[in-house]
Structures are given as structure tokens and as C-alpha cells.
């Protein structure tokens, strides 16, 4: 199948920083002067390199920006990433993540129900991808994507234990600032970037007996490339990776007979450009955990046993919306929302653990 199962989870960056202009001309075009060049752009901490010809007009624009990780080391300097500060080498966004988009910014998120999120985010590293070819009169190509991008997440449920584990069930947004960033050459602005990715988290507990819920999931997943491409007289191309996934099952707690816990989360990563476009990344990863318990609360040992399942869907979609002055014409096209992945599987990995209760404290008189 297009993924990979096995036991094995946005941070604020300071503005965008503009790179050194590498090769620049100007030249006569039909228009007027028409401006070249290629420059490297520090987005966030990751280098892109921009490449360009703009002419008088707004209209007249043939733009590209890619990643170029072989010249990262120059804004990682910049950043001061090389004197020991510990960041993320890619844009990062997500919800609850820090600086290395790889763990949880606040230890505890409450839930709902009187559950706890303990060490829980989401973060997503990325790259991005960018083309336009536009006159006066039409526009030429457009495409928008992600490229290296790779979601970690951490889920972890834990109860209060003075309320014992019961049916219960919630959700929470989790909203965190976009990364912005505006890309100007040769003194002219030629958009302005955001990108997002609000999320929801939900859970959904239910045990036959009291106990105590201690349990979750850490998840990678390593889903490459995805990007369109609008181009006049051709129509759409879409190109992406199959997504890889990692799942590591995270079990604690006292079930007694038994208990059933679903976490999951639905997040869209979104790539907008004011007044062009629009790209979005919809990915919705679910983990139901079935939980069991040998021994009780107050024996020597307790043996607890989760099996985790992975239920994985994912689309993607696009819309674009340039005006053209000079013609007094709107171009709209619309793509999708077209699915990605539809996984599901009930009993991905297991893991069992033996628990030592804490013994009550004797006192002598």
C-alpha cells in the first residue's frame, strides 16, 4: 500500500530576510525595462532561491522560487543558527511546537472532560515552491506546493486521577500565528505569503471499569512533494510523493478489564498568496488504541497492552484568482479538493509495559 506502518510527532521566526542578489540585469522588452536576476531569499531559516524578469507594469512577471538547501548554511548564519541556537532548518508551522518543530512548546494543554494533553503539538517542516508567468494580457503559468515536508506529532491522554476514567469525549482548536513572508526584488513588491496550519484535536475515552488513563501516540509522517501547476492551453498538473508513516504507541495507566481511546487530529496546511492563489494540504491522521489491563490498582505489578491502529486521510486542493487590469478580466480556476490517501488500519502496532504501583506510605506509632 502507499504507506508504511512501524513502532518507532510552528515555531516564530523573525520576518523573512532578503538574500544577495547573485546576477541582475536590465534589458529593452516590448514593455519598457525589463529587470533579471536571481536572488537568495532567507524564508524563515530555510534558503530559497528566487529567479525573476519584471517589467514597468505589475503585470509583466516571470517568477520562480524554489528551495535551495545547499546554500541553507548561509541563512542558518543568519539566523545564528551555527553559534548553538536550535531551530528548525525548514519553515515550521503547526500548533504547540518550538523552535525545533520537533516537540511540545507548553508541557501540558487541558482538554475538555477533565483530560490533559501532556507534551502534545503538531509541527510541520516544509519547503516552498513557487512559479508565475504572467503579461499584460494572460497569464501564462501559475504553480503553487510543499516540497520536503514532514509532519511530527505527539498525542498524549492523561486523566485526572482523583475523577477515575469514565466515558468521555472532546475536542479543542488549537490556533497558532501563520508564518509570513513577502518577497520584494529590485525594490517592488511581488506578493505577499502566509502560511497556516490551524487544527483541531479530539479524543474519544470509553472504559467498562474505572482506572486511570494514561496513554497516546507519536507519529511521523514524511510526505514529500505536493504541488500544482496551471499552465494556458494545458490545463492542471499535479505531482506529489506517497506518504511514508511512523507510529509509535505511547501506554501508561490501569484499564482494569479494558478500554477503548481514539485521538486524532485534522489539520490543513495552507499556502496563501494574496490577490493570486491559494494551496491547501488537508490531513486528518486518527489512532484508536485498544487498552487492557492485568492487575489491579493496589497489586504488585500491573501489566498494560495497547494495540494501535492508524486511520489516514488526505486531500489536497487549489484555487486560483488573478485579476488582469488591462483587460479588465478575472482569471478563476479551481481544483479539487482531490484525495491524497484513505488508510485505515485497525491494528497497525501493539505495545505492553509493566507498571509498578506506588505503595500507600506506613506509619508507625
Not at 113 to 139: H, K, P
Not at 338 to 343: G, I, L, M, Q
Request: glycine share 8%; charged share 20%.
Amino acid at each position: 500500500g502507499p504507506f508504511s506502518s512501524n513502532s518507532v510527532a510552528a515555531a516564530d521566526f523573525s520576518g523573512a530576510m532578503m538574500g544577495l542578489i547573485v546576477s541582475a540585469s536590465i534589458i529593452a522588452s516590448a514593455y519598457g525595462e525589463l529587470l533579471e536576476g536571481s536572488e537568495l531569499h532567507c524564508v524563515g531559516a530555510s534558503a530559497h532561491l528566487v529567479t525573476y524578469a519584471v517589467g514597468d507594469a505589475r503585470e509583466d512577471a516571470s517568477v520562480s522560487v524554489v528551495p535551495a538547501p545547499a546554500r541553507g548554511a548561509e541563512c542558518r548564519n543568519k539566523l545564528q543558527l551555527a553559534r548553538g541556537m536550535q531551530r528548525s532548518r525548514h519553515i515550521c508551522i503547526g500548533a504547540n511546537q518550538d523552535e525545533t518543530c520537533a516537540a511540545a512548546r507548553n508541557a501540558s494543554i487541558p482538554l475538555p472532560g477533565g483530560f490533559s494533553c501532556e507534551d502534545c503539538f503538531v509541527g510541520a517542516e516544509t519547503e516552498l515552491y513557487y512559479a508565475l508567468n504572467m503579461t499584460r494580457l494572460r497569464l501564462e503559468k501559475v504553480g503553487i506546493g510543499l516540497r520536503s515536508t514532514l509532519l511530527r506529532s505527539t498525542l498524549r491522554l492523561v486523566d485526572d486521577e482523583s475523577r477515575g476514567v469514565c466515558d468521555r469525549k472532546g475536542s479543542l482548536s488549537l490556533l497558532q500565528k501563520p508564518f509570513e513572508w513577502r518577497l520584494k526584488v529590485a525594490g517592488r513588491v511581488l506578493f505577499d505569503l502566509k502560511i497556516s496550519m490551524p487544527t483541531e484535536l479530539y479524543y474519544d475515552f470509553k472504559a467498562s471499569e474505572t482506572g486511570h488513563a494514561d496513554a497516546g501516540a507519536q507519529l511521523w509522517i514524511d510526505m514529500g512533494t505536493n504541488e500544482l501547476q496551471y499552465t494556458r492551453g494545458k490545463g492542471w498538473e499535479h505531482q506529489r510523493d506517497k506518504a511514508t508513516v511512523s507510529l509509535k504507541p505511547m501506554v501508561e495507566g490501569d484499564y482494569n478489564s479494558g478500554a477503548h481511546l481514539t485521538l486524532g487530529l485534522r489539520s490543513s496546511l495552507q499556502v496563501e498568496i494574496a490577490d493570486q492563489l491559494w494551496f491547501r494540504v488537508n490531513i486528518a491522521p486518527e489512532v484508536p488504541l485498544l487498552l487492557t489491563s492485568v492487575g489491579t490498582s493496589d497489586a504488585d505489578l500491573i501489566h498494560t497492552c495497547g494495540v494501535a491502529g492508524l486511520n489516514l486521510d488526505a486531500s489536497h486542493e487549489a484555487d486560483i484568482h488573478f485579476k488582469l487590469p488591462l483587460r479588465n478580466h478575472s482569471f478563476h480556476k479551481h481544483w479539487g479538493p482531490a484525495v491524497d490517501a484513505n488508510y485505515h488500519n485497525e491494528s497497525a502496532v501493539s505495545k505492553c509495559v509493566d507498571i509498578h504501583p506506588p505503595k500507600p506510605s506506613l506509619v508507625l506509632v
